[in-house]
């Protein structure tokens, strides 16, 4: 079965610092991993995916992300916060029925000025 | 400009009424897909469909029910047998060959009193 677990509901960094979202998935098929993000009242805009290629992925508005098998981990990271940067973020891992996509709870991102 | 479309934005209804939303793409795309987004909860698979006149049920169908009469046009209905129908609902779509990448609408949010 595979599922999403993404550690901290609401992460609050200041203009600049460091952007650490955390996301853990169980898979019992080599997995596709993404990341979205969501702005108030829209649809999920992909930031980036895992799909076996590199590990380390890089997606649009400066993202980036590690695929750790060992650590069962998808991490996404930006090393400078924008205060556009301001969103929800959600993780996600394609289930062994190509169609079925599973999100995490999602993490909402706080940037202070 | 291609994309998916959905509407109304926001749609109120009674309690006991049945009620339709729209989801539209002009992207080719095979695959069309609805979630269901309640707060801290993440996206909820509710139905999809690979094809013209065929449609599975995700983790949430109960209470729903889907059409696809056309490859662009993919409605949901929200029936009075669904318990708790209030919350914020995502359509997407993938296209044939890249089936792992999902193109979101913006969403509609439906509010029953």
């Known amino acids: 079965a595979q599922s999403v677990t993404q550690l901290g509901s609401h992460v609050s960094v200041s203009e600049g610092a460091l952007v650490l979202l955390r996301c853990n998935y169980s898979s019992s098929v080599p997995p596709y991993l993404f990341w979205y993000v969501q702005y108030p009242n829209q649809g999920l805009q992909l930031l980036l995916k895992?799909?076996?290629?590199?590990?380390l992925v890089k997606g649009i508005n400066g993202f980036e992300a590690e695929f750790k098998k060992s650590e069962t981990s998808f991490h996404l990271t930006k090393p400078s916060a924008h205060m556009s940067d301001a969103a929800e973020y959600f993780c996600a891992v394609r289930g062994n029925n190509f169609n079925k996509f599973y999100f995490g709870s999602g993490t909402k991102l706080n940037v202070k000025p | 400009d291609g994309g998916i479309t959905q509407s109304p934005k926001y749609l109120f209804r009674k309690e006991g009424q049945n009620v339709t939303l729209s989801c539209e793409q002009n992207l080719n795309h095979d695959a069309m897909y609805w979630y269901r987004q309640d707060p801290g909860q993440g996206l909820r698979l509710i139905y999809y469909s690979q094809i013209v006149n065929d449609f599975q049920k995700g983790d949430i169908a109960e209470g729903y029910s889907v059409s696809r009469e056309k490859k662009e046009s993919f409605p949901l209905t929200v029936t009075s047998a669904q318990k708790n129908p209030t919350a914020f609902y995502l359509c997407a779509s993938s296209p044939p060959k890249v089936p792992y990448e999902q193109y979101f609408g913006p969403g509609t949010r439906l509010t029953v009193t």
């Open positions: 895992y799909t076996s290629a590199a590990t």
